[in-house]
């Protein structure tokens, strides 16, 4: 095989899906010219390829079994979403590696912004049916709302909010609808008046966000799965109850 001719310098190239700087020589008197060595990556395969003539519909099953995806299978729903966003996000941060953080952070929090939204919004619904309240299902996209409506809730069974669990939670949602209020910020560069949606964020580590999102969905996730077992336990007694009286 013919050796890789040597681009010019300053130059930047396409190599599958990473952009591919060879010299930053250009970008000496630009700030942040130190960051840009971190686009220095060789070409990796994705393993994404697909073996065989692709399907003729877009949602259809494929020869490579490990890859289909069975949707009807009458999975939990929210557990489907939840988990789907944040395994997604999670894969992500493990991947960062062979990635550009400055283009992996933003798929990266919005997918983690989303799965605590979706977790916010089935603890809501968890604790209202074990509170015998309506079960209808929580609206918008305000983390800050979302988080006050579970909070009182859950304060209303009895889960103690002086845990500090809980005034960690209140910090992260609070940074995290400071940077993106309403669920826009990343997803779209720019918003409606073509201003900077990101406009006070600089800089972050994207490992630690992740850590920090791992952090509060986990002990979301830890509220909803006890509401699951009282529930549970509650519907096993009403049932058993039932069986005795002989209906």
């Not at 930047?12 to 952009?19: D, K, P």
């Not at 009182?152 to 809980?166: E, H, K, R, V, Y």
Request: aromatic share 10%; glycine share 8%.
């Amino acid at each position: 095989m013919a050796a890789e001719e040597a681009p010019e310098a300053g130059c930047a190239r396409i190599c599958g899906s990473v952009l591919y700087y060879e010299n930053h020589s250009h970008y000496e008197n630009h700030s942040p010219a130190p960051q840009l060595t971190r686009y220095h990556l060789r070409h990796q395969s994705r393993g994404d390829e697909v073996s065989g003539p692709l399907p003729q519909s877009l949602f259809s099953l494929g020869p490579d079994e490990a890859s289909n995806a069975y949707l009807s299978w009458g999975l939990d729903a929210w557990e489907s979403y939840i988990s789907g966003y944040r395994d997604a996000a999670r894969s992500l941060v493990r991947d960062l590696e062979s990635l550009v953080p400055e283009w992996a952070f933003y798929p990266i929090a919005f997918l983690y912004r989303h799965c605590l939204e979706l977790q916010l919004k089935s603890l809501i619904v968890n604790t209202n049916q074990f509170l015998g309240l309506s079960a209808a299902q929580p609206h918008g996209h305000d983390l800050k709302q979302l988080w006050t409506d579970a909070r009182t809730l859950l304060t209303q069974i009895g889960f103690n909010a002086t845990d500090p669990s809980f005034a960690r939670a209140d910090q992260t949602i609070q940074e995290l609808t400071a940077a993106d209020p309403s669920g826009q910020s990343f997803r779209y560069a720019m918003d409606t008046k073509g201003l900077p949606t990101l406009g006070g964020v600089g800089e972050v580590n994207v490992r630690a966000f992740g850590a920090r999102m791992d952090e509060l969905v986990d002990f979301l996730l830890g509220q909803n799965e006890a509401l699951h077992v009282e529930i549970q336990a509650r519907e096993e007694a009403d049932d058993e109850a039932l069986w005795l009286s002989g209906y």
